[in-house]
């Protein structure tokens, strides 16, 4: 059942049962999933995979996601309920992928899954779904067998490079004027998936060459994200927030030192700082306690370094995870600041629609809790295997075209590796 978001959505939703039980230990779960469709959040092993949709919601426009949380809220008060595991992605589940941009032309959706295969803390379980009218619910999924073998070549897209440096000149020279503080500027690579491709082999490669990042599918929109954007558990709250890069080294001595100068760089720094700031002032509305890490420390994944900073607080107002997703949603470390100067910078300077890059991407459950990434290091898979990846850096005043460049190129590797 799909519902189109509107002021009556309401109304049209219909009451769910849900049934979660253990399973004997599932090591790999992608392999449940749709070979073309895949429903996946996994990190370090551990996550859930959906299979089917037994109820999916799309949205648009400035009130999307806060459209999003209103429609959860009415679907999980007519849903019942049954959960034997009670852990994080247990019970009622809804995948959710949101546009980054008020004006995009891409959908935001919420999907509820028929099946759910999840694995947290070595325990294994089976959520299964029906409308509450059905008597029967949907058959355990088996593990299928993965798809031919492929290669892609991405190639520019609307951005060329020589273009993204003219970009990042004026981003600079607006910057200086004053008309904004910071703006994050992406560009764009295409390529075309072969008929009956198997999606899931990427999604492998990602959750095996990036396991302590996000790696999620939802709705075609996929890749690993390093970024937190914000996780509810049990009234708490923590995120972690990146911005400012610097590349690996080629031995331990010259990765030390460049970990080293990211921490003394002026202008990573300030990019920092102000993303913390836009985080903290959007989230401390809605918390009793919030802390931040006393200093940013070096987070280092496989192809780069990033400024990082933890943050974690306690919940004062009964919101859910979606509600503070909407207060978060855009962070100044995927838009710039002040927000309203750099998405109109933005909209001017990219010859694209971003759609679901550096939007929200993750889960929600009945209670409202879930976990949210920001779709970072991903591309979008679209129906007709036309696929779209985005990569984008932090400018500031003092940002050197060249060197930007060579950063979004940094982090199109984790993507572009994973279909090669």
Request: charged share 20%; glycine share 8%; with cysteine.
């Amino acid at each position: 059942m799909t519902v189109i978001a509107t002021p009556t959505h309401a109304s049209r939703v219909q009451a769910l049962t849900v049934e979660t039980t253990p399973l004997d230990d599932v090591r790999h779960i992608i392999p449940f999933t749709d070979s073309h469709a895949p429903l996946v959040w996994l990190r370090k092993g551990e996550g859930i995979a959906g299979v089917g949709e037994a109820l999916r919601f799309e949205f648009r426009g400035p009130d999307r996601i806060a459209q999003a949380s209103a429609a959860w809220k009415q679907v999980a008060s007519l849903s019942t309920v049954s959960d034997a595991v009670r852990m994080p992605g247990t019970g009622l589940v809804a995948f959710g992928t949101f546009a980054f941009d008020d004006d995009s032309a891409a959908t935001s959706v919420l999907i509820v899954p028929e099946v759910i295969i999840g694995r947290r803390e070595g325990r294994s379980w089976i959520t299964r779904i029906r409308h509450s009218d059905e008597h029967a619910m949907p058959a355990p999924p088996h593990p299928q067998p993965f798809g031919a073998e492929y290669r892609l070549t991405m190639l520019p897209g609307a951005l060329t490079r020589e273009a993204y440096k003219r970009a990042v000149g004026v981003a600079v020279d607006r910057i200086h004027s004053g008309d904004v503080e910071k703006v994050v500027l992406a560009r764009d690579l295409r390529a075309h998936l072969p008929v009956e491709s198997d999606v899931r082999r990427a999604l492998v490669e990602l959750a095996l060459g990036y396991p302590q990042c996000w790696t999620y599918a939802v709705d075609g929109m996929l890749g690993s994200s390093p970024e937190t954007l914000v996780r509810v558990h049990h009234g708490t709250l923590d995120a972690r927030i990146l911005a400012g890069t610097s590349g690996r080294g080629r031995d331990a001595e010259s990765d030390h030192d460049s970990a080293a100068a990211l921490l003394a760089s002026a202008k990573d720094l300030q990019e920092h700082a102000v993303a913390v700031r836009s985080v903290t002032q959007a989230l401390t509305r809605h918390t009793s306690t919030l802390e931040t890490s006393a200093e940013p420390f070096p987070l280092k994944l496989p192809n780069l370094w990033h400024l990082a900073t933890d943050v974690s607080g306690t919940l004062s107002d009964g919101s859910g995870s979606l509600d503070l997703v909407a207060a978060l949603h855009p962070t100044a470390a995927v838009a710039g600041t002040p927000t309203d100067a750099a998405l109109r910078l933005i909209r001017e300077l990219e010859p694209f629609d971003r759609e679901r890059y550096a939007g929200p991407v993750g889960w929600i459950g009945s209670d409202g809790d879930g976990e949210w990434a920001i779709a970072l290091r991903g591309a979008q898979v679209a129906p007709s295997g036309d696929i779209t990846a985005y990569a984008g850096c932090g400018i500031m005043a003092d940002s050197v075209p060249e060197r930007e460049l060579a950063e979004t190129s940094m982090k199109f590797r984790p993507i572009t590796e994973a279909f090669q």
